[in-house]
């Protein structure tokens, strides 16, 4: 075969396998766009309802907080009472866990 040959049977060639891999790349690029597009979505409504969830829990913080503050007004030594039973009820079950032991070699 002559050079000229040889030459236009290799960029025949090419060329047919570049076409070719046009093809497949447009065909996976259709195929995984609405894949892509379904998880953008998924995505998209977890984060909104993240962003509703943190809005409802600042809201019963809120609620909470003022019905807290009620109720230490309506009756200041029940809530002192309570608190200080709360703190040697924390305090004895701290002192009941075992302590740490250091590793031993």
């Known amino acids: 075969m002559e050079t000229k040959e040889m ?9 047919s396998v ?3 891999a046009h093809k497949a790349i447009d065909k996976v690029s259709g195929a995984t ?7 953008a979505a998924g995505a998209h409504q977890a984060a909104d309802k993240l ?10 913080q809120a609620r909470l907080t003022e019905n807290l503050r009620g109720q230490f007004r309506e009756r200041p030594f029940t809530s002192i009472g309570i608190a200080v ?10 002192r009941q866990r075992p302590a740490a032991r250091p590793p031993t070699e």
């Open 7 to 15: 030459s236009d049977k290799l960029t025949r060639t090419v060329d």
């Open 18 to 20: 570049a076409s070719n």
């Open 33 to 39: 766009r609405p894949a892509i597009e379904h998880i």
């Open 51 to 60: 962003n509703a969830t943190g809005r409802q829990i600042r809201e019963s």
């Open 85 to 94: 039973a709360a703190g040697f009820l924390l305090n004895w079950l701290l």
